[in-house]
């Protein structure tokens, strides 16, 4: 019996390291995007709406869920238009280097791009100069964009 514990140890670490049980675990696959707003509606109306599980689009990895036909429609013909700046992070966090959680009730639409902010707080730091912090955000993303927040 001892001589097959080394044996069934090694079967099962083979098993825990399957393609299809990393698939299973990888919580990229079921991520909601915006909080579960419809990120067309933050376009359209004089504030944003939940999307639903009736209405979604898988996006590179994210799940985006919306209100209806026509907003799930117009997200998949141009997702560009309507994903938030920086992948959803506060504009001033990756302004400054950082990035932190956007929270989807704190927004803002400049230039047709939306901007998610951490705060209140925040965002009254990020509108005193919204033209210096989207050119210093930009600048920043393309450094900070893939990678992770935990090492920022």
């Known amino acids: 019996m001892i001589k097959r514990f080394p044996m069934t140890l090694l079967a099962l670490l083979a098993l825990a390291f399957t393609p299809e049980l990393a698939l299973a675990s990888d919580v990229t696959h079921s991520t909601v995007g915006a909080g579960g707003y419809d990120l067309v509606s933050y376009h359209v109306g004089e504030k944003p709406v939940r999307g639903n599980g009736n209405h979604l689009v898988v996006h590179e990895g994210v799940t985006y869920l919306f209100q209806g036909e026509d907003s799930k429609a117009r997200f998949e013909k141009d997702p560009e238009r309507y994903l938030p700046a920086y992948g959803g992070y506060c504009a001033y966090g990756v302004s400054v280097g950082k990035k932190f959680h956007g929270d989807p009730d704190v927004w803002e639409i400049v230039d047709g791009r939306l901007f998610l902010n951490l705060d209140n707080k925040i965002k ?29």
């Open 124 to 152: 009254g730091l990020w509108v005193k100069d919204i033209p210096g912090h989207v050119k210093k955000a930009d600048q920043q993303w393309r450094r900070i964009a893939e990678v992770p927040a935990a090492r920022l």
